[in-house]
Nanobody, 116 residues
Framework: QGQLVESGGGLVQAGGSLRLSCAAS????????MGWYRQAPGKQRELVAR???????NYADSVKGRFTISRDNTKRTVYLQMNSLKPEDTAVYYC??????????WGQGTQVTVSS
């Protein structure tokens, strides 16, 4: 397993867009399932979106139709395109990597703040 580094967070007005990136160092992510999670103050960490090694995706109901997860294995990077952002999307967003054996890595998180 390697290190995951998120970037792309920031402050945006409601209705705006952000693109998060998660760059993996160390071993390849080609065979890993990758995901984005988020944690708002006082709340538990929740799944936002996942993408399997084969490219299948799933999303939390709250972000369906607004967020898109994608991956570029050659760049060892996973993306989360977030459109039509809402104040309730405000949270720290974490990247997750899971191997076929179930071993997991987490990034340090990137803050996303959506103002109304």
């Amino acid at each position: 397993q390697g290190q995951l580094v998120e970037s792309g967070g920031g402050l945006v007005q409601a209705g705006g867009s952000l693109r998060l990136s998660c760059a993996a160092s160390g071993s390849s992510i080609s065979f890993n399932d990758m995901g984005w999670y988020r944690q708002a103050p006082g709340k538990q960490r929740e799944l936002v979106a996942r993408i399997t090694s084969g490219g299948r995706t799933n999303y939390a109901d709250s972000v369906k139709g607004r967020f898109t997860i994608s991956r570029d294995n050659t760049k060892r990077t996973v993306y989360l395109q977030m459109n039509s952002l809402k104040p309730e999307d405000t949270a720290v967003y974490y990247c997750n990597s899971r191997t076929v054996w179930g071993a997991e890595d987490w990034g340090q998180g990137t803050q996303v703040t959506v103002s109304s």
